[in-house]
């Protein structure tokens, strides 16, 4: 998703949600070495990577991978608390609906 849909997301997600409600978001981070490389950052800051099919087609494909604060911001008009975990390959944020 492009980085200003993020916060639109967040809000569409909590609008089917009830209040006090937990929510948990997964998703990997980038790490070096492990990640498939960027192949290009747009205007916007969004970035891109390069994918490769087992029958040899390649697809560029949008992969953002969000800040701490980029997090942190999408949720604060909806979370009355939140938690951002990092690990060594993926990020959880768990939050709390007001």
């Avoid at 916007?44 to 911001?73: C, D, H, I, W």
Wanted: avoid cysteine; charge should be neutral.
């Amino acid at each position: 998703m492009k980085k200003s849909d993020l916060a639109r997301f967040v809000q569409s997600l909590a609008a089917h949600l009830e209040p006090g409600a937990v929510v948990g978001i997964l998703d990997n981070q980038y790490a070096e070495g492990s990640s498939t490389a960027i192949s290009r950052r747009d205007a916007e800051g969004n970035t891109y990577q390069m994918r490769k099919l087992a029958n040899g087609e390649q697809y560029e494909v949008l992969k953002n991978f969000p800040s701490a604060a980029e997090l942190a911001q999408a949720v604060r008009p909806v979370a009355r608390e939140a938690h951002l975990e990092s690990l060594a390959y993926y990020w959880l944020l768990v939050f709390t609906l007001r």
